[in-house]
């Protein structure tokens, strides 16, 4: 009975050393990793700031692919140092790569939609059908584009809306970029009387281009008959404005274009229709 006391204390006893001797074995190990791996993912997100921020002042850079560079910078450090705490463990370089590679391959057969994504994210900075901060029409958004990112592009609609679009959503439709030119065209059209002068009506409405925002380039402004109505000669004033006037300009002769009629006695008359009866016996 002793005997067999003794043998279970002496297992007991090799168990606790061999447990204390691979705890202090992988102790530093462990707590290198996890040193590594708090390193690691600090860094990246500090860096990938830096860089954003330091890359913005360049004059030379597009800040559409800001965001960019700061999302391989820190998915770079993240891989960087996902494969050093793998070192630690005594996992080798090869073997990594190659894990890398089968995970990489899984991600992507499960990852189709995400992946195209960052293709469709890839041609959207390479061809550039617009910038940081052009006004463009995509996917049923409107508003200012404020960066292009490796999956989504984020969009600032005019009511002040933050909109996340995935890249390949815009890269299959339709973009409407309105500030891609440096001038754009403005037509305003009002329906004035039959019984107006149309010198009278030219001579107003071109007053009305009388604006320092108006430009001469690449026609002077104009005024034009578009058509006869029924109950009124449709007129109107073509003109020209750098794209970053063209909103308020317009916005002012449409407010403007009212008064100056009524004060130069133009009627805008309102549709009607004659109607004429007979008698029959």
């Known amino acids: 009975m002793g005997n067999n006391i003794n043998i279970n204390l002496e297992i007991i006893s090799n168990l606790i050393n061999n447990v204390i001797q691979i705890f202090v074995a992988y102790t530093g190990q462990v707590l290198g990793a996890t040193i590594i791996l708090i390193l690691g993912f600090y860094f990246a997100g500090k860096l990938s700031k830096v860089a954003r921020k330091n890359l913005g002042l360049f004059n030379k850079i597009d800040p559409l692919i800001v965001p960019i560079i700061g999302n391989i910078i820190r998915y770079g450090i993240i891989i960087i140092t996902l494969i050093a705490v793998l070192g630690q463990f005594g996992v080798q370089t090869t073997s990594i790569i ?24 890839v041609m959207l900075l390479l061809l550039r059908p617009f910038t940081t901060g052009d006004w463009v029409e995509t996917g049923g958004v409107s508003g200012t584009i404020r960066e292009v990112g490796l999956f989504t592009t984020i969009i600032d609609t005019f009511d002040n809306v933050y909109v996340s679009i995935p890249n ?25 009387h039959y019984d107006t002068n149309l010198e009278l009506a030219s001579e ?21 008959v578009m058509k006869y109505d029924d109950s009124s000669i449709v007129v109107r004033l073509r003109l020209y404005s750098h794209t970053k006037d063209w909103y308020a300009l317009y916005t002012d002769l449409m407010k403007k274009i009212k008064p100056a009629l009524d ?18 016996v």
Do not use: C
């Open 98 to 121: 190659a894990v890398l590679g089968a995970a990489g391959l899984a991600i992507g057969l499960a990852l189709q939609g995400t992946l195209s994504n960052v293709a469709a994210g």
């Open 168 to 192: 390949s959503s815009i890269w299959n439709s339709t973009i409407t970029n309105h500030s891609h030119y440096e001038t754009r065209r403005i037509d305003v059209d009002i329906g004035i």
């Open 204 to 224: 107003v409405m071109l007053r009305l281009a009388e604006d320092k925002r108006v430009i001469n380039k690449p026609k002077e402004p104009q005024f034009l």
């Open 263 to 280: 004060e130069a006695g133009i009627e805008i008359p309102y549709p009607h229709r004659v109607i004429t009866s007979k008698n029959i």
